[in-house]
Nanobody, 116 residues
Framework: QVQLVESGGGLVQPGGSLRLSCAAS????????MNWYRQAPGKQREVVAQ???????YYLNSVKGRFTISRDNAENTVYLQMNNLKPEDTAIYYC??????????WGRGTQVTVSS
């Protein structure tokens, strides 16, 4: 049974930083593509960042230069370092795993609120 558990969300002032973590269990993490999605109230879920099994990364244009995705295959964990946070980054952030066979798994999400 695959489980993804996010942590690290919270309330931060504009310009602040947060580091999200997603710990995976139950499958071959190192061969999986890992994604961070977010969903703001009244908006569709969107992919924020992706890291492939070989370390190739992708970022949503609005977070480029501010967010960094990384992975630790020894710890089965993916991270999202978020710097210079803006109110428009407020959302629930979800960890997503796509295995080598194409199966999708989702975490339950962690709330990020950027407000003064």
């Amino acid at each position: 049974q695959v489980q993804l558990v996010e942590s690290g969300g919270g309330l931060v002032q504009p310009g602040g930083s947060l580091r999200l973590s997603c710990a995976a269990s139950g499958t071959s993490f190192s061969r999986s593509v890992m994604n961070w999605y977010r969903q703001a109230p009244g908006k569709q879920r969107e992919v924020v960042a992706q890291i492939t099994s070989d370390g190739t990364t992708y970022y949503l244009n609005s977070v480029k230069g501010r967010f960094t995705i990384s992975r630790d295959n020894a710890e089965n964990t993916v991270y999202l370092q978020m710097n210079n946070l803006k109110p428009e980054d407020t959302a629930i952030y979800y960890c997503n795993m796509v295995t080598s066979s194409g199966t999708n798994y989702w975490g339950r999400g962690t709330q990020v609120t950027v407000s003064s």
